[in-house]
T-cell receptor, first 110, second 114 residues
Framework: AQSVSQHNHHVILSEAASLELGCNYSYGGTVNLFWYVQYPGQHLQLLLK??????LVKGIKGFEAEFIKSKFSFNLRKPSVQWSDTAEYFCAVRHNDMRFGAGTRLTVKP | DTGVSQDPRHKITKRGQNVTFRCDPISEHNRLYWYRQTLGQGPEFLTY????????KSRLLSDRFSAERPKGSFSTLEIQRTEQGDSAMYLC????????????FGSGTRLTVV
């Protein structure tokens, strides 16, 4: 079965700093990749997804992610974070069902 | 409301009691998933249905857990003889079968076993 690793457990940034959250997956076949966000007290929401084509995908709220097949990676980026980006971010890979990483908690200081 | 609904939002139960949660998916979605999430962890896959058929069960789903989706619409997750280790957020999601679709999640049912 597929698995997902998120190496950063907690990231603390100041507003306007750039963000990159790492995600690596292990699965040899074709997968679809996702990033979800969970704001405090809210349910999981889809940020962006990759399934084919351009490996650089853009999502909501200025987030983007790059799929690098040779590295089995799907890192999430944002050029300039805002205080409102404080949340938990989950990388996920879907083959038949979806498997999630442990999540990265992002704290943005005003 | 066209989202995924879960009921109840919170459940506090005594150890040893049985509990049942309900999930109503988006009506057009024929896949329904159950996940469990504990503090500081990502959602852990429990089981999923395509229509009324349960296609996969995780090893996390012990004999005390059972899930049903009798008419291919709503689903129930029952935990028998609850233990303190069952305390978690139980999430339901639904989707189309195609792998390039993301899931739509419900708000979850928070279970506390005392």
């Amino acid at each position: 079965a597929q698995s997902v690793s998120q190496h950063n457990h907690h990231v603390i940034l100041s507003e306007a700093a750039s963000l990159e959250l790492g995600c690596n997956y292990s699965y040899g076949g074709t997968v679809n990749l996702f990033w979800y966000v969970q704001y405090p007290g809210q349910h999981l929401q889809l940020l962006l997804k990759y399934f084919s084509g351009d490996p650089l995908v853009k999502g909501i709220k200025g987030f983007e992610a790059e799929f690098i097949k040779s590295k089995f990676s799907f890192n999430l980026r944002k050029p300039s974070v805002q205080w409102s980006d404080t949340a938990e971010y989950f990388c996920a890979v879907r083959h038949n069902d979806m498997r999630f990483g442990a999540g990265t908690r992002l704290t943005v200081k005003p | 409301d066209t989202g995924v609904s879960q009921d109840p939002r919170h459940k506090i139960t005594k150890r040893g009691q049985n509990v049942t949660f309900r999930c109503d998916p988006i009506s057009e979605h024929n896949r329904l998933y159950w996940y469990r999430q504990t503090l500081g962890q990502g959602p852990e896959f429990l089981t999923y249905f395509q229509n009324e058929a349960q296609l996969e069960k995780s090893r996390l789903l012990s004999d005390r857990f059972s899930a049903e989706r009798p008419k291919g619409s709503f689903s129930t997750l029952e935990i028998q003889r609850t233990e303190q280790g069952d305390s978690a957020m139980y999430l339901c999601a639904s989707s189309f079968p195609r792998g390039d679709y993301g899931y739509t999640f419900g708000s979850g049912t928070r279970l506390t076993v005392v």
